[in-house]
Nanobody, 123 residues
């Protein structure tokens, strides 16, 4: 069992940056593919970014490519999402997720989820 806890959300103005963190409770992320999803008001949950457990390769949604960066720390305890050049459409609840499978954009492929952290971008 992997328990995930997100932090780092908050309020930012358009064009500014925020960094989200996802910490695994009681174990590390080693061997797990990690991803961030988000759910905007009135919309379905969508894939944002992911990092593959096997080779560290990454994948990004087109809407965030070039602005967001996903990474894991060397100790394997914390995954992060650096969000630059924020836009109002980035406003959402952001969720950290983990799986032992290869990286996928499908939320059904992820077994473990955090509670989410709110990101609000004002224009």
């Amino acid at each position: 069992q992997v328990q995930l806890v997100e932090s780092g959300g908050g309020l930012a103005e358009a064009g500014m940056s925020l960094r989200l963190f996802c910490k695994a409770q009681q174990r590390t992320f080693r061997g797990y593919t990690m991803a961030w999803f988000r759910r905007a008001p009135g919309k379905d949950r969508e894939f944002v970014a992911g990092i593959n457990r096997s080779d560290g390769s990454t994948d990004y949604a087109d809407s965030v490519k070039g602005r967001f960066t996903i990474s894991n720390d060397n100790a394997g305890n914390t995954a992060s999402l650096q969000m630059n050049s924020l836009k109002s459409e980035d406003t959402a609840v952001y969720f950290c997720a983990a799986t032992t499978r290869s990286l996928s954009r499908r939320s059904d492929d992820f077994d473990y989820w955090g509670q989410g952290t709110q990101v609000t971008v004002s224009s």
